[in-house]
């Protein structure tokens, strides 16, 4: 007799998903910041060591503030509105987000000063641009 039991294990990528699900209803621009997130997310599968001590779920909601504060500007902390906020706040706290962030945001940076040719971040800047190209 066979269970039928599916057992994974939570990835970022399958909190990105979640949230920008519930996201998604609440705004109808969600979707670069979602594009971006998911992006930032794939970086961040590259400098795993830095990201090791966070949760998925909290790299998720990281990639999400950073993806808006890259887009919209402003503090990494009120980079969501406080009705997005209060979905994260929920299950982290505000400084966990922040100290994630701030890794996360040196990444971006670290990725944006680095040539993507001959660097370890030309297979995620591949990527996404035959993404976009085939969004377009």
Known sequence: ???NFDVFEPTTSTFLKLYNF???EQATSQHKVAF?????ADLMLISQES????LPSLIASTCLMVANYILHGGKVSDAL???DRSLFSEWHSLEALERCSSKLLD???????TGTRMSRFQAVYSKFTAMAKERQ
Request: charged share 15%; proline share 8%; net charge neutral.
């Open 22 to 24: 519930v996201m998604t």
């Open 107 to 113: 990444l971006w940076l670290e990725s944006q000063m």
């Open 36 to 40: 971006l997130a998911q992006f930032l």
């Open 51 to 54: 990201m090791e001590p966070f």
């Open 1 to 3: 007799m066979a269970l």
């Open 81 to 83: 509105k406080p009705r």
